[in-house]
């Protein structure tokens, strides 16, 4: 009885297990923790997650991709379609194009557009930035699903060497204490466990906001000047009348040392999105800012 | 002014001096009466100087005024309007504040200061205003009360329509700061707002307690005032557009702050009854308290985070709503 | 013969998208100083035509007079200086107490900001004695009964000192007592010179203690005049659409009785 049971069992389950399994070539856990199978290299590729699509085109693998967002503004992928949004893309589309891997942002698998989407059998990777250790993880996993692990690999060591080369510029140098701020009412900063935070870690900063509990603390102005911070990091979107200039006229901001002292520098909120092939240029920025003397002739 | 008049004002102005007081001393810092002083007087250490003079003290200013012209424009409504649950958002002032100040912050793109958001917001009210009396002007000869309410929760409807439609196109920093402003802060204050705000609040006080009165016989209905020798149709238009205006100037400031204009009247009538030349002062002063007490919270509870003050106001106010609710008689 | 309170010009009144009008072409006089009272079914505008006695509604045809001077240049506070009224089915929004409702009554001897004086406060007191409700001046008037409240609101119109006092249907949800009460007060102002201009529905209460009895059908005046000659019985089946018998009672005081 019990091996006509369990003989049935493994008729089951060979059953149910999707089919393709045995002919898998590439495996991968994702961003999320999810395993992803693909079969062959992705030829055509949506991706929902922009910073993703920045690094496909860093790659120099965009002729792979076949649908974007629709914030996606490099001209290198003007002629790739968009499919909408990055959390709700326009699913007519997605399917039209007919792709056999979609990048899609991390934590969104509850969603009815990635059920819809996994149901057709569409591999799907969860792409996670949090941190530079994912940035690497990511870069390596495109190249892997992309069929390039050369490309992969050469835009590693490149954005590793720009690393170690900013962190070797301020070894040894005092940390001081900078303040990373989306001006606001009220202004927002980092939390410790964000890709800035690294940032400013790497550029030999100590964030003066460190002790916060979450990822993006909006925080009141006199906070701020009671904290003091040595140096100002503030990021400026293009279309911001919220500059430095104005800074230095805002009350309270206006008396911080930093700003009287002009230890204030602007950062373009595209590198400081989201992690991504600028990654290196950001941790340069930042060096710049904090510590201007190490900067190489 | 009566004696008991007297006497419940002065209580109030005190517990409004308590309160402007605590604020101005509690913060990333707290400080004692005499650091207070000094740094009002220029003197002492520089950080801590600015911290008051620039930060505390005008956003304390504000948010006394912020409260005070909710609280009046929500009494007044609520007398206008015959109705206990009227606020001063009724007539859609809220949903075109929104919208102006989210059009401003999505689609202002390089004009987009605070200055212009905050402006883009008063206009907005002022246009929800507008619109929802030229619609109840135009059914009946005179500004019908049950028309009004229809109108402002339609315009107010579709100004939300509008609020969404505006973000959907909106990228990840816009979305973020549309939304910031909607939950109400003061963290932005300047000596300018404050004395904006006071330029709309004083007159427009001023006006409506002379006409405290007439909102006392309104209170009871139109053809009882008439007969009571109310200019009911001239009360209306001038106690509209006074209440109107005291919200659109605070939204404008601050944001969309809840339930202070639902509830001060509220607890004011309760302890001390519903005639206007008491309630309206009232209000100003228990409003303003409500207010400078619950933005203090709002930067200190969860230091160095600010909580948003629209939600402060609503988790202090509900459950006070909810015991004022219990103590009137069944 | 003492003036006219208010005269009546073929006064005609039609409310937007009705069929037909609520008040056609009534002319007539209400003499000062007497109790005049308004009678008529349902639907006859008896409300109408207190409504534009006080000009609160507008007149698509005809003028009126009030008190010597057309009723168009009267101002509204001038107005409720010489005339008090009893509206039906007030209903206050927010508690307030006996006293305050009253004191109402000074508001249009007052101006925005002047407090009330001592003339004023004898007048409320003074009101509120006559019409006996000064036991419950502390008490919110939620809670008095439908005939305190309604003496409460008598005592409001008293407090402005009027030349006139116009009551909607006051004794309408009254009990016996306190209908008696509230009539008996109503002709004891009258003889003290008072005009008073009352609507009821109720034909005995109207033979007994009106001077003089408007008589409306539909819009239009059907009579005018003392009780006994306007309530004949043959009058009253053709208006109201069912037979009584006018008894005269030992003063000669005429009762109107339902046939069954």
């Known amino acids: ?297 | 002014m009566t004696r008991r008049t007297g006497v419940v004002l002065a209580s109030l102005t005190l517990l409004l001096v308590a309160a402007f007081a605590l604020s101005i001393r509690v913060g990333s810092v707290t400080l004692d009466l005499r650091a207070v002083l000094t740094a009002l007087a220029g003197r002492g250490d520089a950080a801590t100087g600015s911290i008051i003079r620039e930060l505390r003290l005008p956003r304390a200013v504000a948010a006394a005024l912020v409260g005070a012209a909710l609280a009046v424009s929500g009494a007044t409504f609520q007398a206008l309007l015959r109705n206990a649950l009227a606020e001063p958002y009724v007539l859609g002032v809220s949903g075109g504040a929104a919208l102006g100040a989210v059009a401003a912050i999505v689609l202002g793109g390089l004009t987009a200061s605070p200055t212009s958001i905050s402006a883009a917001a008063f206009l907005g009210a002022a246009a929800s205003i507008a619109l929802v009396l030229r619609v109840a002007a135009g059914v009946g000869p005179t500004l019908d009360t049950r028309v009004l309410l229809l109108a402002g929760v339609v315009v107010g409807a579709f100004a939300n329509a509008g609020i969404f439609l505006i973000l959907s196109i909106a990228d990840v920093a816009a979305f973020r700061s549309a939304t910031g402003w909607m939950m109400g802060s003061l963290s932005g204050s300047t000596w300018t707002g404050a004395a904006t705000l006071a330029a709309y609040l004083v007159p427009t006080l001023v006006l409506l307690l002379a006409l405290a009165r007439p909102l006392n016989a309104l209170a009871i209905g139109e053809d009882t005032a008439a007969y009571l020798g109310v200019s009911v149709e001239r009360t209306k238009w001038l106690a509209f557009g006074a209440a109107s205006l005291l919200a659109a100037a605070a939204v404008a400031a601050a944001g969309i702050i809840g339930f202070v204009g639902l509830i001060v009247p509220h607890a004011v009538r309760l302890a001390w009854g519903s005639d206007h030349r008491l309630l309206l002062p009232a209000s100003a002063l228990l409003g303003a308290t409500f207010v400078l007490v619950t933005d203090t919270a709002a930067r200190t509870v969860v230091a160095p985070t600010e909580l948003p003050l629209g939600a402060v106001t609503a988790i202090v106010g509900v459950p006070l709503f909810v015991a004022l609710l219990r103590r009137r008689r069944p | 013969m003492t003036a006219a309170a208010w005269t009546c010009e073929d006064v005609t009144v039609h409310y937007p998208g009705a069929r037909s009008p609520a008040l056609d072409g009534i002319t007539l006089s209400l003499t000062g100083g007497a109790c005049t009272i308004i009678l008529g079914p349902n639907g006859s505008g008896k409300s109408t035509l207190l409504r534009a006695l006080l000009g609160r509604v507008p007149l698509v045809r005809g003028t009126i007079t009030c008190l010597g001077a057309p009723l168009a240049s009267w101002q509204r506070v001038a107005l409720a200086r010489a005339v008090g009224v009893v509206p039906q089915g007030e209903h206050e929004t927010f508690p307030l107490t006996t006293r305050s409702l009253v004191a109402m009554g000074r508001y249009p001897h007052l101006g925005p900001w002047r407090r009330e004086g001592a003339d004023d406060l004898t007048a409320i007191d003074n009101a509120m004695a006559r019409c006996d409700v000064t036991q419950f001046a502390e008490r919110m008037v939620d809670t008095l009964s439908g005939g305190e409240g309604q003496r409460a609101r008598i005592a409001r119109a008293l407090a402005q000192e009027p030349r006139a006092l116009v009551l909607d249907e006051p004794t309408a949800s009254l009990d016996l007592k306190h209908e008696m009460e509230v009539l008996v007060l109503l002709r004891s102002l009258a003889a003290s010179g008072t005009t008073i201009v009352l609507v009821t529905h109720n034909l005995s209460v109207a033979a007994q203690y009106a001077d003089r009895v408007v008589l409306l059908d539909h819009g239009s005046l059907v009579a005018e005049g003392p009780p006994a000659e306007v309530l004949s019985p043959s009058r009253v089946l053709d208006v109201f659409g069912w037979p009584v018998e006018l008894i005269r009672g030992e003063s000669g005081t005429p009762y109107i009785v339902p046939v069954r």
């Open chain 1, 1 to 297: 009885m019990a091996r006509h049971l369990s003989g049935l069992l493994l008729i089951f389950v060979a059953c149910t297990s999707s089919a393709p399994q045995a002919r898998a070539r590439f495996v991968l856990v994702d961003g999320d923790g999810d395993t992803v199978r693909l079969s062959a290299p992705a030829q055509r590729v949506i991706c929902l997650v922009p910073s993703a699509t920045d690094l496909t085109v860093a790659l120099g693998l965009q002729s792979r991709l076949v649908g974007r967002t629709r914030y996606d503004k490099a001209p290198e992928i003007a002629q790739v379609a968009s499919v909408g949004g990055t959390i709700d893309p326009d699913l007519e589309r997605v399917f039209a194009l007919h792709p056999d891997l979609v990048l899609a942002w991390e934590g969104t698998k509850g969603t009815s557009q990635r059920q819809s989407i996994s149901a057709r059998g569409i591999p799907v990777y969860a792409v996670a930035l949090r941190d530079s250790a994912a940035l690497f993880k990511t870069v390596r996993d495109l190249g892997t699903m992309l069929g390039s692990d050369s490309a992969a690999t050469a835009l590693s060591t490149s954005l590793r060497a720009q690393l170690d080369s900013v962190q070797a510029s301020v070894a040894g140098l005092p940390r001081p204490t900078v303040l990373f701020a989306i001006w606001g009412d009220p202004p927002m900063t980092i939390g410790p466990h964000t890709f800035i935070a690294e940032l400013i870690q790497i550029a030999g900063g100590r964030d003066v906001f460190s002790d916060a509990t979450i990822d993006w603390p909006k925080v009141s102005v006199e906070e701020i000047v009671h904290r003091a911070p040595d140096v100002v990091i503030l990021s400026v979107g293009e279309d911001s009348t919220r500059g430095s200039e104005a800074l230095r006229r805002a009350p309270g901001w206006r008396t911080l040392p930093a700003v009287q002292h002009g230890h204030v520098a602007e950062v373009p909120a595209d590198l400081t999105n989201r992690p991504g092939p600028l990654f290196g240029v950001a941790a340069r920025a930042f060096r710049d800012a904090i510590h201007p003397e190490a900067r190489p002739r």
